[in-house]
């Protein structure tokens, strides 16, 4: 079964530091994301891709954070500057076989990279 | 700012009886609403999900049952069996949403024993 990959598992960088975390989505789905949970509290979604572009983002995806898709199969976030709060477990998800509209709010998740900002 | 409350953060139930997950949400433009469950060290996982013109959505042993005028959701486990321990996510989303975020709750943590 088709699955959602992410690398690396565990990432430690030191603040101000600029971090790249990688995500493979299903090959054949559309939308891709990122989502992040602070330990102890809820997943929050950051940003939706399509079609090489942003589609959404949210309040907490600032300047400091960017995504691309560098090739045709890589999906990346990157944060610029990392600070103490920046520490989280961040999920990559893609959703949206092509032509199925409901479909695209079943996303699936990949393993998550925890990243750990000192 | 919790559009998605689930106020139970745990929940215990034993082998073969139901489990029952609840979820509440304030945000009225949510009309498409989802189950996600979640082992540790692991991303969380689809389970089911129910459109606002549906009040009941069944998938083997997991029904989800909407209640739009309370704004309540429910996730049903019947029979519950100890594989089924993990975490439990509602999340919610408006149709009219073009990037299709999902607002997660904080999760409930069920646990079924033998």
């Known amino acids: 079964e088709p699955e959602v990959t992410q690398t690396p598992s565990h990432q430690v960088t030191q603040m101000g530091q600029e971090v790249i975390l990688r995500c493979v989505p299903i090959?054949?789905?559309?939308?891709f994301y990122w989502y992040r949970q602070i330990l102890g509290q809820k997943v929050e979604f950051l940003v939706s891709?399509?079609?090489?572009?942003?589609?959404?983002k949210s309040e907490i995806f600032d300047d400091q954070f960017s995504v691309e898709r560098p090739d045709g199969s890589n999906f990346t976030l990157k944060i610029r500057s990392t600070k103490l709060e920046d520490s989280a477990m961040y999920f990559c998800?893609?959703?949206?076989?092509?032509?199925?509209?409901?479909?695209?709010?079943?996303?699936?998740f990949g393993p998550g990279t925890r990243l750990t900002v000192l | 700012d919790q559009q998605v409350k689930q106020n139970s953060p745990s929940l215990s139930v034993q082998e073969g009886r139901i489990s029952i997950l609840n979820c509440d949400y304030t945000n009225s433009m949510f009309d498409y609403f989802l189950w996600y469950k979640k082992y540790p060290a692991e991303g969380p996982t689809f389970l089911i999900s129910i459109s606002s013109i549906k009040d009941k959505n069944e998938d083997g042993r997991f029904t989800v049952f909407l209640n739009k005028s309370a704004k309540h959701l429910s996730l049903h486990i019947v029979p519950s069996q100890p594989g089924d321990s993990a975490v439990y996510f509602c999340a919610a989303s408006p149709l009219s949403n073009s990037g299709y975020a999902l607002n997660f709750g904080k999760g409930t943590s069920l646990l079924v024993t033998p």
């Open positions: 090959s054949n789905h559309l939308y």
């Open positions: 998800a893609s959703s949206c076989p092509a032509h199925i509209s409901l479909s695209c709010y079943e996303q699936f």
């Open positions: 891709f399509y079609n090489n572009e942003i589609s959404e």
